[in-house]
């Protein structure tokens, strides 16, 4: 491997780690890095962001200023070409006077798809495709799934008992993993647009369902609650802080509804709740409203029957499993996926030790 392949090689590494900052935080827009290097050379960096906006491209070139002209910009996915609220970062790249781009993955969006990169090359810039795309398609993949598929990338996220369970029925939450493993879920659910779980979960666990790690408890997600017949309690921890991180109860809307449905309804949107009349059993078209809607990763925690109805349904796109180490018994309520065993469908990507826990992670094999 030459010495440019190298360089081009470890620059895109530190993009892509750059831009797992923001995961969760720029709404609709990817969460894209960009380096400005010149003669080895870090000039600017910058992720996109919060809320989307401004893009990275234009934030690295601002803290390189004039020494930008004649770098190489390492940027993880293709610069837009659009105009929107901003104008398109291949523009400014131009307008900037690199002589080079590197880019990791060319953008799906009908606006972009290769049109940034022609917008480049006509303008004389030397244009570098696909370093790193394996690894830019993994930290891509919500918005790449969000713009190819129309819905969210969706993680399955379970904790296992070392006998294949996932709690006790009627016992509420059981610590099945430790608290190093807790603490990955908490960054995962940092890094996610929507956390969700069944009615069944909501009532059993009464979980908050945010992030709490300290210094990132402003990033939780929005959390949903598969709830056709609005069950959940008013005095539960998710109605309660409704009004602090947002809540959204999918419900079933039979066009018969009751009084006492019309009051549950009342009192929970009282609260700061919002409630999605739409069937939770149609999983694929509650998944197209909620991407409509900006979110491009969705994590389900949970229970048993969820879980399974994800994985029915096809629309699950990775699988985490945290198996621990001691069992729960026979009154367990059994797991759909188990460690050790690969889903129909996945294949073992990674694994982890987390104290006495061991993290397995799966993907569509497609």
Known sequence: MSGGARDDFRFMAA??????RNLGLTATNPSVACLIVKDGVVLGSAVTAPGGRPHAETQA?????AAARGATAYVTLEPCSHHGKTPPCADALIAAGVSRVVVSVTDPDIRVAGRGLSMLEAAGIAVETGVLEDEGRAALAAYLTRQTKK???VTLKLAVSSDGMLGRLGAGQVAITGPVSRGQVHVLRAETDAILVGIGTALADDPELTCRLPGLETRSPVRIVLDPRLELPVTSKLARTARDVPVLLVAENDGDTDRAFVDRRDALESLGVEVVECDPRKLDTLLVALATRGISSL???GGARTAQSFLDAGLVDRILLFGGAAPLGSDGVASPCVPGRAPAGFSLRHTARYGADLLEEYERDD
């Open 15 to 20: 993009a892509l780690r750059l831009s797992r």
């Open 61 to 65: 070139l601002a803290e390189a200023g």
């Open 151 to 153: 819905r969210p990338y």
């Open 299 to 301: 994590l389900v925690e």
